[in-house]
């Protein structure tokens, strides 16, 4: 666990955003009211605020990235600052040593953020706990361990749609055991009140434990989707499951696909939901991911607000301790 003052300073304010966990809700509501604030920029004609002008964010990605990547990138552009993206690739010496090389030589070019994705759970704190004090960085999805934007981003999408987050029961489908998203969600659900969350996956794709963050455990679909409010559907993360989990997609799409028949088990406004990449005919079909209760794409649309609140309060908290100090 993360200790709360490597991410919050002594005021409150966001010096990293690392993981959502003991964040607490006001400040997670504070970062969704911020983001609202930003979600009209990409309708205008010029699509900039100078808040962030003169700041040179680094965008560090040791994992291969579309969605987060280049949205990140446009919530850089749209706050007016430097961006500049590192593609490190499938790297496996990650023990410290190359990475703190990486580290040192970006931190002499004077960059004021890192975005950071990487393979290793705790790599973006890792990077936080050595880099220089005045960089900022933010988890762009470490290992299985967290990816909290993309929790934020579905909070702020889901109340959009419902207009408030306490009261929903919620089920998050798939494949629960090797993904960073699902981890993120249950904290951030957690943490804003919702009535029900719900896992729903076959048990070798279930985390043991799980129970002890508070969720219910359905193994199967149609039960887990009775009278949900939103479905939070997963990718199978193929490349990190260890050893023979699952008999073959096919199979998988036949027990825990969400059909638009199983989707009527739920509620008839519920929405359907997706972080992306989709596997099509694997998790979800196309119907349901292009019929007319998915809001996927606004997801990826609105993860240009929220990514510019991040970055505008973590940024904005250090130009401000800046002004503070003698
Ligand atoms: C997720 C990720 O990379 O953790 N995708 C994303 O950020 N849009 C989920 C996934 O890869 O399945």
Redo the contacts with the bound molecule.
């Keep these: 666990m993360i200790r709360r003052d490597l991410q919050v300073d002594t005021h409150g304010r966001l010096k990293h955003f690392l993981t959502i966990e003991g964040l607490g809700s006001e400040l997670l509501l504070r970062i969704l009211d911020t983001a609202e604030s930003f979600a009209g920029v990409g309708d205008r004609a010029v699509k900039k605020v100078p808040l962030l002008r003169g700041k040179t964010i680094v965008n560090l990605f040791f994992?291969p990235?579309t969605?987060?990547l280049t949205t990140f990138e446009l919530a850089a552009k749209r706050l007016s600052a430097d961006v500049l993206n590192i593609n490190v690739g499938a790297s496996s010496t990650t023990k410290g040593e190359t990475l703190l090389d990486t580290l040192r030589t970006l931190e002499a070019m004077q960059c004021d953020m890192f975005v950071v994705?990487h393979a290793q759970s705790g790599a973006a704190s890792f990077i936080a706990r050595h880099t220089a004090p005045h960089i900022s960085v933010v988890n762009g999805?470490d290992g299985r361990h967290a990816?909290p934007t993309?929790a934020l981003l579905d909070l702020f999408t889901i109340r959009r749609h419902k207009g408030v987050l306490q009261g929903l029961r919620i089920a998050i489908v798939g494949d629960i055991a090797n993904?960073?998203?699902a981890r993120s969600q249950i904290h951030a659900l957690t943490a804003v009140g919702v009535a029900e969350i719900r896992v729903v996956a076959p048990k070798t794709l279930i985390p043991s434990g799980v129970d002890s963050l508070g969720v219910r455990v359905f193994y199967r679909l149609t039960e887990g989707l009775r009278d949900v409010d939103v479905i939070m559907m997963?990718?199978l993360?193929k490349e990190r499951m260890q050893g023979a989990v699952l008999p073959s997609t096919h199979e998988y799409f036949h027990f825990y696909g969400l059909t638009e028949e199983r989707l009527s088990l739920a509620k008839p406004d519920a929405i359907v939901m997706h972080?992306?990449?989709l596997n099509r005919g694997v998790e979800i079909e196309s119907e349901v991911a292009d019929g007319a209760q998915s809001v996927i794409l606004e997801q990826v649309r609105y993860g240009i607000a929220v990514r510019m609140a991040v970055m505008a309060l973590t940024l904005g908290s250090h130009a401000s301790r800046e002004r503070s100090e003698p």
């Design positions: 994992e990235s969605r987060t994705r999805g990816h993309q993904s960073r998203v997963l990718r993360q972080p992306g990449p």
